[in-house]
């Protein structure tokens, strides 16, 4: 072998190693950032779907965060109203008791004055303006709020978004007690007295009918919590497959990239000892023809 054809194969070793070395940083680079997808060049279709698949999951998060507080909106709102219709049912056992003849006028005032204190706490529960509810002033902070919202209100009502899509979405029908057998507990006269007392004829019905509004207002409330919770199931099962199908086209194959690591490492090993010896063969020449 003469000495062109030894720098020829010398040559051929070097940039045998180089594209050797290249495939091994770029299999070291995926392992420890975890991206099969280094440059937009090495796969400009997967980069196509992954942006599309990425933007998908996002939404899909966005909508799951919307149906989470939607569902608390509801069970903030069934809370209160079942608090709500064990004072009414305390209002009702009052009104009945207050029907025996045999009381005497002592107490009878201290039924009336548990009634009104009741009525008072469901009046700043539910809220609302004179025009509704009586008074002489409006009941503009009421307790029966959720993150700034009345939940009692004839706004009270939501539009919750429920998928990735902007048509997907489910109305909440507004919780309104302001009006009604319920707003007739928590009336008030223009000087702030309540309409009904405890020894009314009519109390034993009005608490009733109260219980009744109460009662489907809670149904209402359930069959939408419900819903709400198939949904929640149905997006979180979603934004699963959507990060299986980002993770097939974007991660790494830890596997076949270790394999291909050690591969790589073995080739540069070997290519080195291989250029090491191409090296030393000219010498060896020289020093022959020294001799």
Same mark, same amino acid.
């Given at each position: 072998m003469n000495a062109t054809s030894v720098s020829t194969a010398a040559l051929n070793m070097v940039r045998g190693l180089d594209r050797n070395q290249e495939l091994l940083g770029r299999s070291l680079s995926?392992?420890?950032?975890? $991206?099969?997808?280094? $440059?937009?060049?090495?796969?400009?279709?997967?980069?196509?779907?992954?942006?599309?698949?990425?933007?998908?999951?996002?939404?899909?998060? @966005? @909508?799951? &965060?919307?149906?989470?507080n939607a569902i608390s909106h509801v069970q903030a709102s069934d809370g209160m109203l079942a608090t709500m219709a064990g004072a009414v049912s305390r209002l009702s056992e009052l009104a009945?008791?207050?029907?025996?003849?045999? =009381?005497?006028?002592?107490?009878?005032?201290?039924?009336?004055?548990?009634?009104?204190?009741?009525?008072?706490?469901?009046?700043? /529960?539910?809220?609302?303006?004179? @025009?509704?509810?009586?008074?002489? $002033?409006?009941?503009?902070?009421? &307790?029966?709020? #959720?993150?700034?919202?009345?939940? #009692?209100?004839?706004?009270?009502?939501?539009?919750?978004?429920?998928? &990735?899509?902007?048509?997907?979405?489910?109305? =909440?029908?507004? /919780? $309104?007690l302001r009006n009604g057998a319920f707003a007739s507990l928590i009336a008030q006269d223009a000087s702030g007295a309540f309409l009904l007392s405890v020894d009314d004829a009519s109390a034993v019905t009005a608490t009733s009918n109260a219980l009744e509004q109460i009662g489907d207002q809670r149904a209402t409330l359930g069959a939408a919590q419900s819903r709400l919770g198939l949904v929640a199931q149905a997006l979180t099962v979603e934004s699963e497959n959507l990060g299986s199908a980002l993770s097939r086209i974007s991660d790494a194959d830890v596997a076949l990239e270790s394999t291909q690591l050690t591969r790589y490492n073995l080739i540069a090993e070997s290519s080195n000892s291989m250029v090491a010896q191409a090296n030393q063969s000219p010498a060896s020449v020289i020093r022959l023809l020294q001799s």
């Open positions: 995926r392992l420890s950032s975890g $991206n099969r997808i280094l $440059n937009p060049s090495d796969d400009p279709t997967g980069v196509g779907h992954a942006a599309k698949l990425e933007s998908q999951s996002r939404r899909n998060q @966005a @909508a799951s &965060i919307n149906v989470q009945t008791r207050a029907l025996d003849p045999n =009381l005497n006028t002592e107490e009878r005032d201290l039924y009336q004055q548990e009634f009104s204190i009741l009525q008072q706490q469901l009046r700043d /529960t539910v809220g609302g303006s004179t @025009a509704e509810i009586g008074g002489t $002033n409006d009941v503009t902070d009421p &307790i029966g709020r #959720f993150n700034g919202r009345d939940l #009692f209100g004839a706004n009270s009502g939501l539009q919750v978004n429920l998928g &990735i899509f902007a048509e997907q979405t489910l109305t =909440l029908t507004p /919780t $309104n």
